[in-house]
Protein backbone atom coordinates (compact mmCIF):
# COMPACT_ATOMS: atom_id res chain seq x y z
CA UNK A 1 0.00 0.00 0.00
CA UNK A 2 1.09 3.42 -1.23
CA UNK A 3 1.35 5.04 1.96
CA UNK A 4 1.57 8.80 0.62
CA UNK A 5 -1.55 8.06 -1.94
CA UNK A 6 -4.35 10.45 -1.70
CA UNK A 7 -7.39 9.06 -0.17
CA UNK A 8 -11.30 10.38 0.01
CA UNK A 9 -12.02 10.15 3.88
CA UNK A 10 -15.08 10.94 5.54
CA UNK A 11 -15.44 9.78 8.61
CA UNK A 12 -18.09 11.49 11.12
CA UNK A 13 -16.82 12.43 14.33
CA UNK A 14 -18.03 8.99 16.29
CA UNK A 15 -16.86 6.53 18.74
CA UNK A 16 -13.35 6.09 18.25
CA UNK A 17 -13.41 2.08 17.78
CA UNK A 18 -16.28 2.70 15.45
CA UNK A 19 -14.18 5.47 13.59
CA UNK A 20 -11.45 3.57 12.80
CA UNK A 21 -13.26 0.16 11.54
CA UNK A 22 -14.76 3.41 9.07
CA UNK A 23 -10.66 4.12 8.36
CA UNK A 24 -9.70 0.85 7.95
CA UNK A 25 -12.12 -0.14 5.50
CA UNK A 26 -11.31 3.04 3.39
CA UNK A 27 -7.75 2.45 3.56
CA UNK A 28 -7.06 -1.01 3.76
CA UNK A 29 -5.04 -0.88 7.10
CA UNK A 30 -5.25 -3.60 9.97
CA UNK A 31 -5.91 -2.12 13.61
CA UNK A 32 -4.98 -3.70 17.01
CA UNK A 33 -7.14 -2.13 18.98
CA UNK A 34 -6.83 -2.61 22.77
CA UNK A 35 -10.69 -2.35 23.73
CA UNK A 36 -10.09 -0.95 27.22
CA UNK A 37 -7.57 1.78 26.01
CA UNK A 38 -10.58 3.36 23.02
CA UNK A 39 -13.48 2.52 25.77
CA UNK A 40 -15.15 6.03 26.33
CA UNK A 41 -12.78 7.54 23.47
CA UNK A 42 -13.92 9.66 20.53
CA UNK A 43 -12.77 10.86 17.04
CA UNK A 44 -12.76 13.91 15.07
CA UNK A 45 -14.08 14.22 11.99
CA UNK A 46 -12.30 13.82 9.08
CA UNK A 47 -13.12 14.97 5.74
CA UNK A 48 -11.24 15.34 2.79
CA UNK A 49 -8.42 13.92 0.44
CA UNK A 50 -5.51 12.63 2.87
CA UNK A 51 -2.40 10.55 2.91
CA UNK A 52 -3.81 7.61 4.91
CA UNK A 53 -1.02 8.55 8.00
CA UNK A 54 -2.29 12.06 7.70
CA UNK A 55 -6.21 10.70 7.70
CA UNK A 56 -5.24 8.41 11.10
CA UNK A 57 -3.49 11.30 12.52
CA UNK A 58 -6.09 13.76 12.17
CA UNK A 59 -9.02 10.90 13.50
CA UNK A 60 -7.06 10.41 16.24
CA UNK A 61 -6.43 14.15 17.33
CA UNK A 62 -8.10 14.91 21.02
CA UNK A 63 -8.58 11.20 21.79
CA UNK A 64 -5.57 10.97 23.72
CA UNK A 65 -3.63 8.05 21.56
CA UNK A 66 -1.47 7.60 18.82
CA UNK A 67 -1.03 5.12 16.09
CA UNK A 68 1.98 2.73 16.68
CA UNK A 69 3.04 1.39 13.11
CA UNK A 70 3.90 -2.58 13.64
CA UNK A 71 4.57 -2.05 9.13
CA UNK A 72 3.40 0.53 6.78
CA UNK A 73 -0.23 -1.25 6.74
CA UNK A 74 -0.59 -2.13 10.08
CA UNK A 75 -0.63 0.15 13.68
CA UNK A 76 -2.02 -0.32 16.89
CA UNK A 77 -2.88 2.51 19.40
CA UNK A 78 -0.86 3.71 22.52
CA UNK A 79 -0.79 6.51 24.75
CA UNK A 80 1.64 8.98 23.70
CA UNK A 81 4.39 9.64 25.86
CA UNK A 82 4.11 12.46 28.61
CA UNK A 83 5.61 15.74 27.77
CA UNK A 84 8.07 15.60 30.78
CA UNK A 85 8.95 11.87 29.73
CA UNK A 86 10.06 9.66 32.61
CA UNK A 87 13.72 8.85 33.02
CA UNK A 88 15.51 6.59 30.91
CA UNK A 89 14.89 3.32 32.31
CA UNK A 90 11.66 3.98 34.68
CA UNK A 91 9.24 0.76 35.28
CA UNK A 92 6.80 3.49 33.68
CA UNK A 93 8.30 3.98 30.64
CA UNK A 94 9.69 0.36 29.95
CA UNK A 95 6.33 -0.83 30.42
CA UNK A 96 5.22 1.43 27.87
CA UNK A 97 7.30 0.40 25.44
CA UNK A 98 7.18 -3.31 26.06
CA UNK A 99 3.33 -3.42 25.85
CA UNK A 100 3.54 -1.37 22.54
CA UNK A 101 6.15 -3.56 20.77
CA UNK A 102 4.14 -6.67 22.22
CA UNK A 103 0.69 -5.57 20.68
CA UNK A 104 3.07 -5.66 17.13
CA UNK A 105 3.91 -9.40 17.56
CA UNK A 106 0.81 -10.50 19.12
CA UNK A 107 -0.65 -8.71 15.53
CA UNK A 108 1.92 -10.75 12.88
CA UNK A 109 1.08 -14.17 15.17
CA UNK A 110 -2.32 -13.86 14.27
CA UNK A 111 -1.73 -13.09 10.78
CA UNK A 112 0.77 -15.27 10.41
CA UNK A 113 -1.80 -17.85 12.10
CA UNK A 114 -4.96 -17.10 9.95
CA UNK A 115 -2.85 -16.59 6.45
CA UNK A 116 -2.23 -20.52 7.00
CA UNK A 117 -5.84 -21.06 5.81
CA UNK A 118 -7.75 -20.18 2.97
CA UNK A 119 -10.76 -19.70 5.57
CA UNK A 120 -9.48 -17.97 8.02
CA UNK A 121 -7.19 -15.41 5.60
CA UNK A 122 -8.12 -12.33 6.86
CA UNK A 123 -9.86 -9.70 3.82
CA UNK A 124 -13.10 -11.00 3.21
CA UNK A 125 -14.83 -11.00 6.72
CA UNK A 126 -15.57 -8.67 9.49
CA UNK A 127 -14.78 -10.18 13.11
CA UNK A 128 -14.34 -8.88 16.44
CA UNK A 129 -12.15 -11.22 18.79
CA UNK A 130 -10.44 -11.17 22.20
CA UNK A 131 -7.35 -12.97 23.45
CA UNK A 132 -6.12 -14.54 26.49
CA UNK A 133 -2.37 -14.73 25.68
CA UNK A 134 0.07 -17.64 28.54
CA UNK A 135 2.98 -16.14 29.73
CA UNK A 136 4.89 -18.46 27.29
CA UNK A 137 3.40 -16.79 24.03
CA UNK A 138 1.01 -19.21 23.39
CA UNK A 139 -3.04 -17.94 23.36
CA UNK A 140 -5.13 -19.78 26.33
CA UNK A 141 -8.03 -19.01 25.11
CA UNK A 142 -9.93 -16.96 22.39
CA UNK A 143 -13.77 -15.64 22.43
CA UNK A 144 -15.15 -14.52 19.14
CA UNK A 145 -17.32 -11.53 20.10
CA UNK A 146 -18.84 -11.09 16.95
CA UNK A 147 -19.91 -13.85 14.43
CA UNK A 148 -18.57 -13.56 11.02
CA UNK A 149 -21.80 -14.62 9.91
CA UNK A 150 -20.36 -18.16 8.48
CA UNK A 151 -20.81 -21.19 11.67
CA UNK A 152 -17.79 -22.70 9.54
CA UNK A 153 -15.00 -19.68 9.34
CA UNK A 154 -16.16 -18.73 12.97
CA UNK A 155 -15.07 -22.39 13.92
CA UNK A 156 -12.12 -22.22 11.86
CA UNK A 157 -11.10 -18.79 13.79
CA UNK A 158 -11.56 -20.34 16.70
CA UNK A 159 -9.21 -23.27 16.16
CA UNK A 160 -6.80 -21.07 14.40
CA UNK A 161 -6.49 -18.76 17.22
CA UNK A 162 -5.95 -21.70 19.43
CA UNK A 163 -2.72 -22.96 17.81
CA UNK A 164 -1.51 -19.31 17.86
CA UNK A 165 1.99 -18.59 19.84
CA UNK A 166 3.37 -15.27 20.28
CA UNK A 167 7.26 -15.69 19.45
CA UNK A 168 7.98 -14.02 22.55
CA UNK A 169 7.08 -13.30 26.70
CA UNK A 170 4.17 -11.23 27.32
CA UNK A 171 5.01 -8.69 29.67
CA UNK A 172 3.97 -8.45 33.44
CA UNK A 173 2.22 -5.14 32.57
CA UNK A 174 -0.22 -6.31 29.84
CA UNK A 175 -3.42 -5.60 30.13
CA UNK A 176 -5.90 -8.49 29.20
CA UNK A 177 -8.08 -9.50 26.62
CA UNK A 178 -6.25 -8.14 24.26
CA UNK A 179 -9.02 -6.92 21.42
CA UNK A 180 -8.66 -7.50 17.62
CA UNK A 181 -10.66 -6.17 14.60
CA UNK A 182 -10.46 -8.30 11.40
CA UNK A 183 -12.82 -6.59 8.98
CA UNK A 184 -13.95 -6.98 4.80
CA UNK A 185 -11.28 -5.04 2.67
CA UNK A 186 -13.23 -2.82 0.55
CA UNK A 187 -10.48 -1.37 -1.03
CA UNK A 188 -9.29 -4.16 -3.51
CA UNK A 189 -5.93 -4.70 -1.35
CA UNK A 190 -6.17 -7.16 0.93
CA UNK A 191 -3.52 -7.89 3.23
CA UNK A 192 -0.52 -9.90 1.67
CA UNK A 193 -0.16 -13.35 3.18
CA UNK A 194 2.74 -13.62 0.86
CA UNK A 195 5.27 -13.72 3.74
CA UNK A 196 3.44 -16.48 5.26
CA UNK A 197 2.39 -18.95 2.76
CA UNK A 198 3.25 -21.99 3.98
CA UNK A 199 3.23 -21.49 7.16
CA UNK A 200 1.57 -24.07 10.08
CA UNK A 201 1.01 -20.92 12.83
CA UNK A 202 1.87 -23.41 15.08
Known sequence: MDSQALLALDIPA??????L????????????????LSRGRRS?????????REGLQRLLAGSGLMARYA?????????????QAPPQGSDGARAARLNSSYASAVQQ????????SALTRPG???ALLQLWI???????????VSSTGDLQRDEALVQRLAHTRVGRQ???????????????DTTGTRMDCKDWEGASGV
Do not use: N, W
Open 44 to 52: VSVKGRYSA
Open 71 to 83: RGDAFTLQVPPAT
Open 124 to 126: AFR
Open 21 to 36: ELFSRATGMAVLVDRD
Open 14 to 19: QDLLQA
Open 134 to 144: GADGAVQHSRL
Open 109 to 116: AVERSLCA
Open 170 to 184: APSSLRQPLTLLLIP
